[in-house]
């Protein structure tokens, strides 16, 4: 008795036709599809959640080829890529082995809909907490003095080591 061939199409069924990098899971050979990503970095998470012993596997297309992603079964946290997709059409499919090996997927980054705004940082003022998926940005101050330290200072032409406790000394270039 023969079998007939087993095989996925990558994208063929998919679930979730205009994601929005918003969390969702997929099911058994679901597909989400992101007509275009942002045009820089951003964080792709994804997460085997089944119950059982099965090892998962999410497929992700774009411009390029098919790129294979693990999806461990019994990880706690999520896996993680960071990359540039080119503001390229992106599409997520779940390729597991096992029919019960749902995977969560959530995208994040500058440009994604429905990312809220950085926390403000400012220097000096207490530590805050950051609740999962949320995030903080600041300026980061540059420390052109301290007493009693000596501190290398780039000019455009020459390197110039200071010194605050006696008179600078010019070093010279090689």
Known sequence: MTHPPKFVIIGAQVSTPNWTGTPITLAWHDSAAMPQTPNGST??????TSSGNNDGSLVATSAGPPQSLDAPQGATVPSMLVQNWGANALTLTNVSANKATPIWIEMYGPGIPGA???AKL????????LASGKTASGSAGVVDSMPGITVAEIVLDQTQI???VRKGEAAGMA
């Open 162 to 164: 200071v010194s605050f």
């Open 122 to 129: 400012t220097a000096g003022s207490d530590p805050i907490s």
């Open 43 to 48: 964080v792709l998470a994804w997460l085997n």
């Open 116 to 118: 809220a705004d950085p």
